[in-house]
């Protein structure tokens, strides 16, 4: 892994990243480093039981999405005092 690579959690994937495999073997693509160009790809990428793969910010169109928050949302606030 060089410094232009990341890793980052499957549920940051979109399409215009460009993405490295830790495995060449173990999934259906050609290569094992590729841009991510539809949401076929996306699905089948999230069908892997993957947890990360390493992000290539320079030759990605764009950033992943952000992490998922581990913390839930506040709730909404009680609604007024008539």
Do not use: C, T
């Amino acid at each position: 892994m060089d410094d232009l690579e990341q890793r980052i959690s499957i549920s940051q994937l979109r399409v215009g990243l460009y993405i490295r495999l830790d495995s060449w073997m173990d999934h259906p693509f050609l290569f094992g480093s590729f841009k991510i160009r539809n949401e076929k790809q996306l699905q089948v990428l999230r069908s892997l039981g993957l947890s990360h793969v390493l992000y290539v910010k320079s030759k990605s169109d764009l950033p992943p999405l952000p992490p998922p928050s581990s913390n839930p949302p506040p709730p909404p606030p009680p609604p007024p005092a008539p």
